[in-house]
């Protein structure tokens, strides 16, 4: 089972940035598709982006393509979401998946503690 540890959530304003990272232990994090996700207040958790084991391929929720990048460092064992011209209603606690099926964008794997994105004036 892999370990999962999140970090770089912040209050930031509107069309502001933040980079995500989610760091992985245990099992090897580099032979998986993995992804990440949020759960916004009194909504069911939800699909935010994916990408291949190799790095190669990414696909993207239509609220954040265009704005989000998802990338890996296998190296580091990290995954990176940075996020840009932030919104109101990405205000979410934003959570990484250790194994991403990637035709459906299921999560699978073990989830991390999350880390929380406020997006306020």
């Known amino acids: 089972q892999v370990h999962l540890v999140e970090s770089g959530g912040d209050l930031v304003q509107p069309g502001g940035s933040l980079r995500l990272s989610c760091v992985a232990s245990g099992r090897t994090f580099s032979n998986y598709d993995t992804g990440w996700f949020r759960q916004a207040p009194g909504k069911e958790r939800e699909f935010v982006a994916a990408i291949t084991w190799s790095g190669a391929n990414t696909y993207y929720a239509d609220s954040v393509k265009g704005r989000f990048t998802i990338s890996r460092d296998n190296a580091k064992n990290t995954l990176y979401l940075q996020m840009n011209s932030l919104k109101p209603e990405d205000t979410a606690v934003y959570y990484c998946?250790?194994?991403?099926?990637?035709?459906?964008?299921?999560?699978?794997?073990?989830w991390g503690q999350g880390t929380q994105v406020t997006v306020s004036s």
């Open positions: 998946n250790g194994q991403v099926v990637w035709s459906t964008g299921r999560p699978v794997g073990s």
